[in-house]
Nanobody, 123 residues
Framework: QVQLVESGGGLVQAGGSLRLSCAAS????????MGWFRQVPGKEREFVAA????????DYADSVKGRFTASRVNAEKAVYLQMNSLKPEDTAVYYC????????????????WGQGTQVTVSS
């Protein structure tokens, strides 16, 4: 059982930066791969980034490579998403998710989800 609480969303102009944080409960945080996903109204939830149990391996959607960076600090039970050079098309609700075991890219394979945080990028 894992509880996830997100923060850091907001309104930013194109070209700006935001850092999303996800704080997790539970004593086995280090046993979960973590993922970031996003969703806009009327569209499917899409993969953004994933990070391995120890943080040594990360994967990114092609649309965010070179701009977004995922990280985790297991001792703090936290995962982060640094978003730079933001574009209007990045506007979405961003979700933190946890999956027991190794990382995956399908949102249906994740076991726990945060409440979501709105990111709006203006032009």
């Amino acid at each position: 059982q894992v509880q996830l609480v997100e923060s850091g969303g907001g309104l930013v102009q194109a070209g700006g930066s935001l850092r999303l944080s996800c704080a997790a409960s539970g004593r086995t945080f280090g046993s979960y791969a973590m993922g970031w996903f996003r969703q806009v109204p009327g569209k499917e939830r899409e993969f953004v980034a994933a990070i391995s149990l120890t943080g040594g391996i990360t994967d990114y959607a092609d649309s965010v490579k070179g701009r977004f960076t995922a990280s985790r600090v297991n001792a703090e039970k936290a995962v982060y998403l640094q978003m730079n050079s933001l574009k209007p098309e990045d506007t979405a609700v961003y979700y933190c998710a946890a999956r027991y075991g190794s990382r995956r890219f399908d949102p249906a394979t994740y076991d726990y989800w945060g409440q979501g945080t709105q990111v709006t990028v203006s032009s």
